[in-house]
């Protein structure tokens, strides 16, 4: 009897050691450090994370992040600029490995992808046509029908402004510039997107012309995103995130925020 038993427990054993195996070699990042390249998806419109220079690179705080992975994985990297309604489809479809471009986590995404731990945390906040100044003291007062609230389409902005704002107009473009232009222009009385882009935003061409109503109208984590079914990837991805977080020798965390959210020296960069 007990040698039956030991032959069972044995078998179980391995039949568990071989589902691990099979596991770990249909992982993305058994698959990537096979191909010897780590490929991100993202798409470069969103200052100061994902942009281009005027060279036409792709740079950023996403981007500085993304060969920072790469490194500690000892691949090369790729980055597939996507069209953002579009993005969690490529990423579904194994056209890249990784979703890093300041995606907000949110229930509705998470039905479609896995999200390793929040990177960065931002919020939603306004800027309001500076016409209003004596009008508009905070973000609410501007739920009303005389008003015009621009963000970009199919973001976590677009959401939050649908929730927040019942009776005032709601519009929505493919790119956040070509909101806030309107704002700029007069055309509309309100942009909201994320608090780091309109920080950067005020810094630059809203100085003088726009008012930033900054308390953050939500919470909104930052997390990279991949495929289901990942555990492997998932609990290395954390790994790394903690790694460069605590790490304060290296400080690569905290350098990484500076240089691109405070600092504002990149803008000569792009313009």
């Avoid at 927040?164 to 055309?187: C, M, P, Q, R």
């Avoid at 495929?227 to 903690?242: A, C, E, T, V």
């Amino acid at each position: 009897m007990k040698k039956l038993v030991l032959a069972f427990l044995m078998l179980i054993s391995t039949t568990v050691f071989a589902d691990d195996i099979n596991l770990w070699k249909k992982s993305t990042l058994n698959k990537i450090l096979e191909r010897g390249e780590l490929i991100v998806g993202l798409e470069p419109g969103y200052m100061p994370f994902e942009m281009k220079d005027k060279k036409g690179r792709i740079i950023g705080y996403d981007v500085d992040l993304a060969k920072k992975m790469a490194k500690e994985m000892g691949v090369k990297l790729k980055l597939v600029p996507t069209a953002w309604d579009g993005i969690i489809a490529g990423l579904v479809t194994e056209k890249f490995d990784i979703i890093i471009s300041g995606m907000t986590v949110t229930q509705q995404r998470n039905l479609k992808v896995n999200f390793a731990d929040p990177y960065i945390v931002v919020g939603q906040t306004v800027l309001m046509d500076k016409a209003l100044k004596n009008k508009i003291k905070t973000a609410k007062e501007l739920d009303k029908a005389e008003y015009t609230i621009v963000t970009k389409l199919g973001t976590s902005a677009e959401i939050a402004v649908r929730k927040f704002y019942k009776k005032a107009k709601i519009l929505t473009f493919d790119t956040e510039a070509d909101a806030a232009s309107e704002v700029l222009s007069g055309k509309a009385s309100a942009f909201v997107y994320d608090q780091p882009y309109n920080v950067l935003f005020m810094a630059d061409k809203g100085k003088g012309k726009l008012i930033h109503l900054d308390t953050p109208l939500t919470y909104e984590p930052l997390g990279w995103a991949i495929r289901k079914g990942d555990p492997d990837f998932l609990n290395w991805l954390n790994n790394f995130l903690r790694q460069i977080k605590e790490d304060k020798v290296e400080n690569f965390y905290d350098d990484l925020y500076d240089k691109w959210l405070k600092d504002t020296s990149w803008l000569e960069r792009v313009q």
